[in-house]
């Protein structure tokens, strides 16, 4: 595997006000906050220069701080909205560091609600990115439960259920059908200019990493909290 040597930031964005699961950054999780396991992963990344947390959450700074690490701005208000688009709290992280800190190659994003990641899966998004200029962000994926083309349905006004997507020809097995994908929220890796100047994910070339589930867990509900408590203690046990 070559080595990384482009200049390399790491950001966590972690809002205040989660309503699925209240306080979830900072809910502990395995002996630390959930937000913990996020800033651990990126300071043991060789490749990565810094960690910077955004955030409009003072107790979600104090505990970033306490792991180690940056958070040199507070969130603006407006984009820590329920409806305010992550991308564009991207946006105002990427601007903050290039006017603070200089042009820098590599933007990743390592969301707090994926605590089971590990070093290899941000490295493969980082070198995935590195290794193909015309590549303007790198996503990562893992196999899907269901299939558009074979088990998930809409229903019309009538009631009536239909496929989200009608097949060509027959697909009587869920093996005959096109293989698809679920995103998560292992990572991301991005070129900054190219987030500064798109509008969204899906502007531009991407490339993705297939994750294996055990380490693609997303927690946004009290239920994907006590799956991920689960998942801890069998680690831990193991």
């Known amino acids: ?12 964005f972690a809002r205040g006000g989660s309503k699925g699961l209240p306080g979830k950054n900072i809910k502990p999780l395995a002996g630390k906050p959930l937000i913990a396991h996020s800033i651990d992963i990126a300071k043991a990344c060789p490749f990565i220069e810094t960690v910077i947390v955004s955030t409009d959450d003072e ?4 505990v970033a701080r306490e792991y180690g690490a940056e958070v040199p701005f507070m969130r603006p208000p407006e984009l820590a909205t329920d409806t305010a688009p992550e991308w564009l709290s991207w946006r105002h992280a990427i601007e ?9 190659d590599h933007f990743v994003s390592l969301p707090a609600t994926s605590p089971f990641r590990n070093v290899e899966d941000v490295r493969a998004c980082v070198q995935t990115l590195e290794e193909d200029s015309a590549t303007d962000i790198v996503i990562t994926v893992k196999n899907a439960d ?19 997507i009608k097949p060509q020809g027959e697909v009587s ?22 987030v500064l100047r798109a509008q969204r994910l899906f502007d531009g070339k991407v490339k993705t990493v297939n994750i ?6 997303d927690i946004d509900t009290p239920y994907d909290f006590m799956l991920a408590q689960a998942i801890a203690q069998s680690r831990f046990a193991s």
Request: charge should be positive; proline fraction near 7%; glycine fraction near 2%.
């Open 212 to 217: 294996p589930p055990e380490r693609a867990l």
């Open 96 to 104: 903050w560091t290039m006017r603070e800190k200089g042009h820098f």
């Open 146 to 164: 269901r299939s558009p083309y074979f088990n998930m349905v809409v229903i019309d006004a009538d009631g009536r259920a239909d496929l989200v």
């Open 1 to 12: 595997m070559s080595n990384i040597e482009s200049r390399t930031i790491a950001f966590i």
């Open 173 to 194: 097995r869920r093996q005959d059908a096109p293989a698809v994908y679920d995103m998560t929220t292992v990572a991301y890796a991005a070129r900054p200019q190219f």
């Open 59 to 62: 107790a979600i700074a104090a």
